[in-house]
């Protein structure tokens, strides 16, 4: 069965910084990998996913994330943070087909001024 | 602007009572999800259903039914509430039997007394 970690509970970062957001998962093939945001008192929504192809995807509201097969990691990244983006972040991976999509714990992020 | 429902935002039952949680799609997806949402623990899957009268376990299946009569339809019901059933319950909704994006509602928030 498929597992997510993501080590980080908390980050905060100053406006402007950039971000990374860590996501190791486990899982013996390809896997089908998701980044979704939950902004407070909300669903979630998809940032990006990476299925096959070029590992470096890019998503909404200026985020991209790197698919490392060799690291099992797919890290979320920003280059500037706005204060809009405190959120918490949750990764995800799927096995494909009816196989269950497993969620990872989340990150909530605090924006600074 | 495809939308999932989920009817009550907020819920405060006694324990013992009998609870329905509502959700509605309006994206004609065949697949649709409960989750429930704890800090610390993340999203973990209570049932989902792949077809109207069609459901299948998650990882958490004790404790709660769920019911699709109609393909835009999928309810949870807990029998008999217990305190340690107060969390955050998402409704989510899929296209089609690949794994791709889940379309998430806001979320009830049900406090057991």
């Known amino acids: 069965a498929q597992s997510v970690t993501q080590p980080d509970i908390h980050i905060t970062v100053s406006e402007g910084a950039s971000l990374e957001l860590r996501c190791n998962y486990s899982?013996?093939?390809?896997?089908?990998l998701f980044w979704y945001v939950q902004s407070p008192g909300q669903g979630l929504q998809l940032l990006l996913k990476?299925?096959?192809?070029?590992?470096l995807v890019q998503g909404i509201k200026g985020f991209e994330a790197e698919f490392k097969r060799s690291q099992s990691s797919f890290n979320l990244r920003k280059p500037s943070v706005h204060w809009s983006d405190a959120a918490e972040y949750f990764c995800?991976?799927?096995?494909?087909?009816?196989?269950?999509?497993?969620f990872g714990t989340g990150t909530k992020l605090q924006v600074i001024p | 602007d495809v939308k999932v429902t989920q009817s009550s935002r907020y819920l405060v039952k006694r324990t013992g009572e009998k609870v329905f949680l509502e959700c509605v799609q309006d994206?004609?997806?065949?697949?649709m999800f409960w989750y429930r949402q704890d800090p610390g623990l993340g999203l973990r899957l209570i049932y989902f259903?792949?077809?109207?009268?069609?459901?299948e376990k998650g990882d958490i299946p004790e404790g709660y039914s769920v019911s699709r009569e109609k393909k835009e339809r999928f309810s949870l019901i807990l029998e008999s509430a217990s305190t340690n059933q107060t969390s955050m319950y998402l409704c989510?909704?899929?296209?089609?039997?690949?794994?791709?994006?889940?379309?998430f509602g806001e979320g009830s928030r049900l406090t057991v007394l």
């Open positions: 990476y299925f096959s192809g070029d590992t």
């Open positions: 259903s792949y077809d109207v009268k069609m459901k």
């Open positions: 899982y013996g093939a390809t896997p089908y």
């Open positions: 994206m004609d997806h065949e697949n």
């Open positions: 995800a991976v799927g096995a494909g087909g009816y196989q269950k999509v497993t």
């Open positions: 989510a909704s899929k296209q089609g039997r690949q794994t791709g994006e889940l379309f």
